[in-house]
């Protein structure tokens, strides 16, 4: 409405203007012509008029106040679809890291399930190269056995089989497997005091846990 009303201000003062031109030239004794007059006053007027056209249609006011209204609502949109993409690329990324990271753990345990078959193969090897007496160790044929047993163990170590320390070690429920306990025979309480069958760990998982024997220390008697 301001800009009307100094539209409407602005064709006035342009007319009173010419008034006062040809009232000026008249005290001069200047002739103006009708011609120039009415070209003045069209000047004037094509000036006013788009003016005039744009304030007194309302129409036009409406159409630009829905462009408006439209243009808000698109860029709202394009900041919403942003927003999903950013989100989405974002769990993309962390589905990628998961599956990646699934992939390596499955490689590094695929051979779990056979060498946990393997296992009871290296005990008899262990149980049989510990009952030679002394006179059977001079054989040919023992020393192949101690050889076939070391090179099993080696590639066993290879695919990432790690035995597990039990002896004179604190008792760890995670890692060892108690199967005996004895009072009196160790100066520290829960100590293993004996491995009745080693356990290993595949990388940093435990394959089979150590079966221990377990102190509790030694005996209190009671005083009299």
């Known amino acids: 409405m301001d800009d009307g009303y100094d539209r409407q201000a602005h064709c006035a003062e342009r007319e009173w203007n010419v008034h006062a031109v040809h009232a000026v030239h008249a005290v001069n004794g200047d002739h103006v012509s009708a011609e120039e007059t009415r070209g003045d006053q069209a000047a004037g007027d094509a000036e006013a008029a788009p003016d005039a056209a744009r304030s007194e249609d309302p129409a036009a006011s409406d159409d630009v106040a829905i462009a408006e209204g439209e243009l808000r609502k698109a860029v709202e949109r394009a900041e919403e679809l942003a927003g999903r993409w950013q989100r989405t690329q974002a769990d993309f990324i962390n589905y990628k ?8 753990e499955l490689a590094k345990l695929a051979n779990l399930s056979l060498i946990a078959r393997i296992l009871p193969v290296l005990d008899d090897f262990e149980r049989a190269m510990a009952t030679p007496s002394r006179e059977l160790h001079s054989l040919t044929w023992l020393g192949g056995i101690a050889l076939i047993q070391h090179k099993l163990q080696y590639l066993l170590e290879q695919e990432g089989l790690i035995p597990i320390e039990a002896l004179g070690k604190d008792f760890d429920p995670t890692l060892h497997e108690a199967v005996m306990l004895e009072e009196g025979v160790s100066p520290h309480e829960s100590k293993v005091v004996a491995e009745l069958q080693r356990g290993y760990k595949l990388h940093d998982r435990v394959l089979r846990p150590a079966l221990v024997k377990v ?3 030694p005996v209190e008697t009671g005083k009299e």
């Open 97 to 104: 890291r998961r599956s990646e990271q699934e992939r390596a």
């Open 215 to 217: 102190g509790r220390g």
